[in-house]
């Protein structure tokens, strides 16, 4: 059955006006979450406001089993949703490159435009900045092109990788959140925290 | 300091639950995740079909992405972030947050914020291409698909961020 654009349920039209729809609802619990204040987010680093951890991961999970079941009811097949590629230079220099502007910046690109649309002028200012920063990227693109294609491994899982069900993998990171949960609840009581 | 104001976000767990459940909702229309870079990326290449149409057909990036993508403004991502900006937009007005401000730490000012958001930001877009997407393209999407890259590259974007918490200090605490 799903993914519906796959199975030509929807029209390539109908799957823009949905993607609109997806957005709004994206946007509009990013925001409520609290993830259109840069000091709120950076504050996950800090240890005086874990919400994006626990947002982030609370999310993901939902998200994986949500996709499990669906896969176990026959609901949707999995072979059709769009798995990200490994190239694992890339994600590890790509990654640590976004972490310096995270902490630099205190936004990522979809919190930004969260943010602007509350009218953080900050958030515009980091905007300007990814715009400037994919540029530098577009434009010198064959400078970069050996590294952005360098070591790809196809799109493998971590279950495949470890060599592990899908299920077990899923309880393991679930486990695992509950775990680092609970360490953020900690660090909130240990830290001081103020609302912004 | 100590002291806790009543907040008006949603509590966290609640918040994710249901990003995860906009997030499966993507992957069960569309058969992709949500993003955010890309949609910027489609905003360059297509302000540079149009200002420097020679550039675009002479430079390999630009050629391969025109050459695989018919036009770049009709994209998911681009349409999935206009939504993104109506979303935040409702919730701040529904909370009573619009307001225009450059958000920063007390011991800071206005401008040193505004620099360090121009610069993070420059890391960030640049590392969002490399990385094939951004902490929502890559990170998140990525890991409910439980692919390897996505949790590689949340990884890196986390623990860059934890290891050089302690220099940018000020700016943020």
Redesign the interface.
Same mark, same amino acid.
């Given at each position: 059955m799903?993914?519906?654009?796959?199975n030509e349920i929807?029209s390539p039209d109908t799957?823009?006006?949905?993607?609109?729809?997806?957005?709004?609802?994206?946007?509009?619990?990013?925001?409520?979450?609290?993830f259109? #204040?840069?000091?709120k987010l950076?504050?996950m680093?800090?240890g005086?406001d874990t %919400?994006v951890l626990? !947002? &982030? =991961? @609370?999310?993901?999970?939902?998200?994986?089993v949500?996709?499990l079941f669906?896969s176990l009811f026959g609901?949707?097949d999995?072979d059709?949703?769009?798995?990200?590629?490994?190239?694992?230079t890339?994600?590890?220099?790509?990654?640590?490159?976004?972490?310096?502007?995270?902490?630099?910046?205190?936004?990522?690109?979809?919190?930004?435009?969260?943010?602007? #649309?509350?009218?953080?002028?900050?958030?515009l200012?980091?905007?300007?900045?990814? %715009?400037?920063?994919? !540029? &530098? =990227? @577009?434009?010198g693109?064959?400078l970069?092109?050996e590294?952005?294609k360098a070591n790809y491994?196809g799109?493998?899982?971590?279950?495949e990788?470890l060599d592990i069900p899908?299920g077990v993998?899923?309880l393991g990171l679930i486990l695992m959140a509950f775990a680092m949960?609970w360490v953020g609840e900690w660090a909130e009581k240990k830290f001081?925290?103020?609302?912004? | 300091?100590?002291?806790?104001?009543?907040?008006k976000?949603?509590n966290?767990?609640i918040?994710?639950?249901?990003?995860?459940?906009?997030?499966?909702?993507?992957?069960?229309?569309?058969?992709?995740?949500?993003?955010?870079?890309g949609a910027?990326?489609s905003?360059?290449?297509s302000t540079?079909n149009t200002v420097a149409p020679t550039h675009a057909e002479n430079?390999?990036?630009?050629k391969n992405y025109n050459e695989t993508h018919e036009n770049p403004m009709?994209s998911?991502?681009v349409?999935?972030?206009?939504?993104?900006?109506?979303?935040?937009?409702?919730?701040?007005a529904f909370?009573k947050?619009?307001?225009?401000?450059?958000?920063?730490?007390p011991k800071i000012t206005s401008k040193r914020?505004?620099i360090?958001?121009?610069?993070?930001?420059?890391?960030?877009?640049?590392?969002?291409?490399?990385?094939?997407?951004?902490?929502?393209?890559?990170?998140?999407?990525?890991?409910?698909?439980?692919?390897?890259?996505?949790?590689?590259?949340?990884?890196?974007?986390?623990?860059?961020?934890?290891?050089?918490?302690y220099f940018?200090?000020k700016?943020?605490?």
């Open positions: 799903a993914p519906l654009i796959v929807i799957n823009l006006l949905i993607a609109f729809l997806i957005g709004i609802g994206f946007g509009f619990v990013l925001e409520g979450s609290g259109s #204040s840069s000091r950076a504050g680093f800090y005086y %919400t626990k !947002v &982030f =991961f @609370t999310a993901a999970i939902t998200a994986m949500g996709m669906f609901w949707i999995l059709f949703v769009y798995i990200n590629p490994t190239y694992i890339s994600a590890i220099v790509g990654g640590v490159v976004m972490g310096v502007g995270f902490i630099m910046g205190g936004f990522c690109p979809g919190t930004a435009f969260c943010a602007i #649309s509350i009218g953080k002028l900050d958030a200012a980091f905007i300007g900045g990814l %715009t400037l920063g994919i !540029v &530098f =990227f @577009t434009e693109y064959p970069f092109e590294m952005y491994l799109t493998p899982t971590m279950n990788l899908r993998f899923a949960f001081p925290r103020e609302e912004y | 300091m100590s002291e806790v104001k009543k907040t976000y949603f966290p767990y918040g994710g639950v249901l990003l995860g459940l906009v997030l499966l909702a993507a992957n069960f229309v569309s058969g992709r995740g949500l993003g955010a870079s910027i990326k905003a360059v290449v540079v430079s390999a990036f630009y009709k998911w991502l349409f999935q972030m206009m939504g993104v900006l109506v979303g935040g937009f409702l919730s701040g909370a947050r619009l307001k225009f401000k450059v958000e920063h730490s914020r505004i360090f958001a121009i610069l993070g930001g420059m890391f960030f877009g640049f590392g969002s291409q490399l990385g094939r997407g951004c902490t929502s393209g890559s990170a998140l999407s990525g890991m409910a698909v439980l692919s390897v890259g996505g949790f590689l590259t949340m990884a890196c974007i986390f623990g860059t961020a934890f290891a050089l918490a940018f200090r700016n943020w605490i």
